[in-house]
């Protein structure tokens, strides 16, 4: 099994949280890191997955295997107001990162914030 197959979501730490940016695995409860800047956390982020996976085998826990992604092909094209698409090339050299990076980085911390909220039913 290679721990790179294993998604991932890395969401920005607000300075209340420490700064930095937190990576975690959602098919591994539990195994998450953290870095000064996202390609530092996703270096954290691989060896503890790699420890993750070592300690479930010393305790012959079961290993989940990663979540089937081969049907996504992980790109798209999406078309932007000129305003925003300036925004975001300058935020992304403020952050030492590549566009598509912080766009990523940027959608994970949504999806992630997303996930913590619950939907309420209504009741006809």
């Known amino acids: 099994m290679n721990t790179l197959d294993y998604p991932f979501i890395i ?3 607000g300075e209340e949280e420490g700064g930095g940016f937190m990576i975690e695995f959602p098919d591994l409860a539990g195994c ?4 000064d800047s996202i390609e530092e956390a996703i270096a954290n982020g691989q060896d503890a ?6 300690a479930a085998r010393k305790a012959n826990r079961k290993i989940p295997k990663p979540r089937v992604l081969s049907k996504q092909s992980g790109k798209w094209l999406q078309r932007v ?3 925003l698409h300036l925004k975001l090339v300058e935020r992304a050299k403020l952050e030492g990162v590549s ?6 980085s940027l959608l994970a911390q949504s999806l992630g914030n997303d996930s913590h909220h619950t939907q309420k039913k209504r009741v006809s």
């Not at 998450?32 to 870095?35: A, I, K, L, P, Y």
């Open 11 to 13: 969401r920005h730490l």
């Open 32 to 35: 998450m890191s953290d870095g």
């Open 49 to 54: 997955l790699k420890c993750w996976i070592a």
């Open 81 to 83: 107001p000129k305003s």
């Open 99 to 104: 566009l598509n990076t912080l766009v990523v």
